[in-house]
């Protein structure tokens, strides 16, 4: 399985950008997929996940009605259209996949990450 995240960048408050993950090894039928992020002195956060099986969405609270994730299933690729970036979405966004399903996007025991790609958003 590999996962590789692109399209992050330096981008001023109110700005866009879209991360994509090109993943490989997986079925996007079977796998959970998202977008956790994870700022210098912070937890890791589950952003946006998409469920295997019945395609479900999850947003954390912060980015809803700004952020849309979404996959490509003939791509392999998994995006998140990130749109009004505050400063406090700065961090370093990771791709990862579970067998399976994890309706909270906890990002526990998923077995797959990406390297990431890091997000800065300036004030």
């Known amino acids: 399985v590999q996962l590789v995240e692109s399209g992050g960048g330096l981008v001023q408050a109110g700005g866009s950008l879209r991360l994509s993950c090109a993943t490989s090894g997986i079925s996007f039928d079977d796998y959970a997929i998202g977008w956790f992020r994870q700022a210098p002195g912070k937890e890791r956060e589950g952003v946006s996940c998409?469920?295997?099986?019945?395609?479900?969405?999850y947003y954390t609270d912060s980015v809803k009605g700004r952020f849309t994730i979404s996959s490509d299933n003939a791509k392999k690729t998994l995006y998140l259209q990130m749109n009004s970036l505050k400063p406090e979405d700065t961090a370093s966004y990771y791709c990862a996949a579970l067998l399976g399903v994890d309706a909270y996007c906890s990002g526990f025991g998923w077995p797959y990450w990406g390297e990431g790609t890091l997000v800065t958003v300036s004030s």
């Open positions: 998409i469920g295997g099986s019945d395609g479900s969405t």
